[in-house]
T-cell receptor
Framework: NAGVMQNPRHLVRRRGQEARLRCSPM?????VYWYRQLPEEGLKFMVY????????ESGMPKERFSAEFPKEGPSILRIQQVVRGDSAAYFCASSEGIFSGNTIYFGEGSWLTVV | DAKTTQPPSMDCAEGRAANLPCNHSTISGNEYVYWYRQIHSQGPQYIIHGLKNNETNEMASLIITEDRKSSTLILPHATLRDTAVYYCIVRVAEYGNKLVFGAGTILRVKS
């Protein structure tokens, strides 16, 4: 049973370019979460999505960041016009449901470096 | 935002049990306690979770006090590969049941 799959694992972008990070949840999971971890810092929640819906985006920066989880295909975290401060590890997680007893599983992360 | 308190760091001798404490004095009756760990440069790894009863799986045991105000994660025979940051998290409905990570406990297993 494949886990949460993220790609690319490593991405280098120049300032001003766009970064697209993809996440395929575990089989049977329809809830996706994105977290960011800046260097030497903790994990911060960004956004929670169900298929075709953004449920909670309270942790998303107001500008340049967007996320989607279409009916078909992976969830996408998109960062437009990247800046050096966007360099971080981005983790995707998925769960079967939103109840407190539904376990959330994480992927191995996508490391974005902005040069 | 985290509803838990953990010691910042702990050491454990290889082969011995590692007991990681967590305080969650404001936990509500329907809120689960989850434990994750993050080994350097890897994604958070789910370890175990529980509501009221003690739980055990192939990785660890979770002991929850009767009043549910604290818990202990037990790694029965720690190895060097268990060196990681361990996060105790209470999933709360007011946060939409998402995981809110605190600083965690850095566990160093030493030979």
């Amino acid at each position: 049973n494949a886990g949460v799959m993220q790609n690319p694992r490593h991405l280098v972008r120049r300032r001003g370019q766009e970064a697209r990070l993809r996440c395929s949840p575990m089989k049977g999971h329809s809830h996706v979460y994105w977290y960011r971890q800046l260097p030497e810092e903790g994990l911060k929640f960004m956004v929670y999505l169900q298929k075709e819906n953004i449920i909670d985006e309270s942790g998303m920066p107001k500008e340049r960041f967007s996320a989607e989880f279409p009916k078909e295909g992976p969830s996408i975290l998109r960062i437009q016009q990247v800046v050096r401060g966007d360099s971080a590890a981005y983790f995707c997680a998925s769960s079967e449901g939103i109840f407190s007893g539904n376990t959330i599983y994480f992927g191995e992360g996508s490391w974005l470096t902005v040069v | 935002d985290a509803k838990t308190t953990q010691p910042p760091s702990m050491d454990c001798a290889e082969g011995r049990a590692a007991n990681l404490p967590c305080n969650h004095s404001t936990i509500s009756g329907n809120e689960y306690v989850y434990w994750y760990r993050q080994i350097h440069s890897q994604g958070p790894q789910y370890i175990i979770h529980g509501l009221k009863n003690n739980e055990t799986n192939e990785m660890a045991s979770l002991i929850i006090t009767e009043d549910r105000k604290s818990s202990t994660l037990i790694l029965p025979h720690a190895t060097l590969r268990d060196t990681a940051v361990y996060y105790c998290i209470v999933r709360v409905a007011e946060y939409g049941n998402k995981l809110v990570f605190g600083a965690g406990t850095i566990l160093r297993v030493k030979s």
